[in-house]
């Protein structure tokens, strides 16, 4: 612990660590680290190619793959911000980190996990008004109005993390520096303070409930207003079709939010070993991002048809590049 920082007017003193040391105890965790690894280039590998096909297929220039796109945007910012980190603490040995630095962290981690969530409530209003209101649909999800929500998510995350980050700069660390996690978790951080942290726990409750929570419980009257509409659908084919379009989301959905939901009701009830939570928090926040490119890959008709559109117009370029070159190469042997 080092600098001590007073506060002449409340005459409370705060004490700052310099750094905070982030420590694991989990056997034979280097292996876990490599599989990190693996899953981190997979799910940069397979973002980066969804935001590729979407910005480069016509079809897909919708309002629709603008928020598919954003959601590729954040699983890629969100693994970014957390597993090099990771790697670089454990398997590097460079388990110190500045206090700025612990907070940014912090930010950056929850902030994508917040984008990536409210994605998906996009995502399920999208599906909502298709579905509901199909006659309107393209006038009332548009491109801009797409652009606007993305825009007004991103605001809202911002100054929802701030706050939260801001309040752990009135807290004393006089306990430990020690944070038992594999990143700068705000849950364990304010938990260190010795001065009242009432303030930062009530701040994640109302955080669970309106980042965890809302979005789920709006999502669910989607999905039970889109199951009316599809009950009045009277062919059979058409209210097939009509589903096919939400399974990708749906898959997302319970691969995103059921294993969170799951963590946060287990540690409020039972007491969880440090070792089964950190496994169980690190696989929740790294694997979503790393299937749900390859879920809209091989569960959207639209992007493989894209992918196969791309190829052959790749393929067809490239044949005529070949053709060219050897006429080419056949005239200056005439010459």
């Known amino acids: 612990m080092s600098s001590t920082q007073s506060n002449s007017s409340a005459n409370v003193t705060f004490v700052r660590p310099a750094t905070f040391f982030i420590n694991s105890n989990i056997p034979h965790a280097k292996y876990y680290y490599v599989f990190l690894s693996l899953v981190y280039v997979v799910t940069v590998l397979g973002n ?14 919708t309002a629709k793959y603008m928020a598919v796109f954003h959601l590729a945007l954040a699983d890629l910012c969100v693994s970014s911000a957390l597993i090099p980190k990771v790697i670089d603490t454990f398997l590097f040995e460079h388990h110190d980190i500045s206090y700025e630095a612990c ?7 929850y902030h994508f996990m917040n984008v990536e969530s409210l994605t998906l409530l996009v995502l399920a209003y999208d599906r909502l008004v298709a579905i509901c209101f199909p006659l309107h649909y393209h006038s009332i999800v548009t491109r801009k109005t797409m652009f606007l929500i993305i825009g007004v998510m991103w605001i809202f995350s911002v100054t929802q993390f701030s706050i939260l980050t801001a309040l752990v700069n009135r807290l004393s660390f006089c306990i430990s520096n020690v944070i038992d996690s594999y990143f700068c978790d705000h849950g364990i951080i304010y938990r260190l303070a010795c001065n009242d942290n009432s303030i930062n ?57 059921i294993p ?33 490119p390859i879920i809209y890959t091989l569960k959207s008709d639209e ?20 053709k060219c070159s050897r006429r080419n190469s056949k005239q200056k042997l005439q010459v």
């Not at 980066?48 to 220039?61: C, D, K, Q, T, V």
């Not at 907070?103 to 981690?109: A, C, G, I, Y």
């Not at 440090?274 to 928090?281: A, E, K, L, S």
């Open 48 to 61: 980066s190619f969804i935001m590729y096909i979407i910005y480069l297929a016509r079809r897909l220039h």
């Open 303 to 322: 992007v493989m048809q894209s992918i196969k559109e791309l190829y052959k117009r790749n393929k067809v370029n490239t044949t005529k590049r070949m």
């Open 201 to 257: 726990i009530l701040m994640v409750k109302i955080n669970f409930g309106l980042l965890i929570c809302t979005p789920l419980i709006l999502i669910f009257i989607s999905y039970f207003c889109i199951a009316l509409a599809l009950l009045k659908i009277a062919h059979g084919a058409e209210r097939i079709k009509a589903m096919k379009t939400c399974t990708s989301h749906l898959m997302l959905v319970v691969i995103s939010y």
């Open 103 to 109: 907070l940014e962290n912090s930010f950056f981690v």
């Open 260 to 292: 969170i939901l799951c963590n946060h009701i287990a540690s409020f009830t039972t007491p969880i070993h440090p070792n089964t939570r950190f496994i169980n928090n690190s696989l929740t926040q790294t694997i979503p991002p790393m299937l749900n």
